[in-house]
């Protein structure tokens, strides 16, 4: 079955630590996206990337980075930049526009938690 | 600015009583609309979304919505609950700002069915 793929599901970091979340799709999906997700803030986009070798930063870019080096695979790492890196982020995949869009399929999310 | 707000961020229903989940939205041109539920620790999944044709949309588990242009509103309704169909559920609007299929999603509204 089609679908993507977080991991890990729980991660902790260390301050001052690097960190890399995985997210992996066989979809064949052109699009793929990072939200953050905290307490009755909704779904704060971090980075999109349409196509691969190509990215942009969302809303809340500050601290993390990307990188697409492959249409499979949409890595995020939170950087020791980030200061506030504790919540819960979701992964997502869609087709791109000009093609029949019908919303997003999401990972199953990763909590990060600082200790 | 493109938006999408949920007024409510808990919505108590008896389990065999008609449940709503508002939704409004503000965007420039022709909207597509999409209600997912989240349970917890887990990604989110889709139930429907609205992007021409008919004003009702049925979708998941006896989900539908209403589309009204008038009142740029997107209403999640069930006849009746179910004690199952307690969980997150988030509004999204494509951002129509820029080629992308970017969605903005509302900030969530908790559902909560007493047996």
């Known amino acids: 079955d089609g679908g993507i793929t977080q991991s890990p599901k729980y991660l902790f970091r260390k301050e001052g630590q690097n960190v890399t979340l995985s997210c992996e799709q066989n979809?064949?999906?052109?699009?793929m996206y990072w939200y953050r997700q905290d307490p009755g803030q909704g779904l704060r986009l971090i980075y999109y990337?349409?196509?691969?070798?190509?990215?942009q930063k969302g809303d809340i870019a500050e601290g993390y980075s990307v990188s697409r080096e492959k249409k499979e695979s949409f890595p995020l790492t939170v950087t020791s930049a980030q200061k506030n890196p504790t919540a819960f982020y979701l992964c997502?995949?869609?087709?791109?526009?000009?093609?029949?869009?019908?919303?997003?399929?999401f990972g199953s999310g990763t909590r990060l938690t600082v200790v | 600015a493109q938006s999408v707000a949920q007024p409510e961020d808990q919505v108590n229903v008896a389990e065999g009583n008609p449940l709503t989940v508002k939704c409004t939205y503000s965007?420039?041109?022709?909207?597509?609309l999409f209600w997912y539920v989240q349970y917890p620790n887990r990604g989110l999944q889709f139930l429907l979304k609205?992007?021409?044709?008919?004003?009702l949309v049925k979708g998941s588990y006896g989900f539908e919505a209403e589309f009204n242009k008038s009142q740029t509103s997107f209403h999640l309704k069930k006849p009746s609950a179910l004690v199952s169909d307690s969980a997150l559920y988030f509004c999204?609007?494509?951002?129509?700002?820029?080629?992308?299929?970017?969605?903005?999603f509302g900030t969530g509204t908790l559902l909560a069915v007493q047996p």
């Open positions: 609205y992007i021409t044709g008919d004003n």
């Open positions: 965007v420039s041109g022709n909207p597509y």
């Open positions: 990337s349409q196509i691969v070798n190509d990215f």
């Open positions: 999204a609007v494509r951002d129509t700002g820029g080629a992308t299929n970017k969605l903005i």
């Open positions: 979809l064949n999906h052109d699009a």
């Open positions: 997502a995949s869609s087709l791109p526009p000009g093609t029949a869009f019908g919303g997003y399929t």
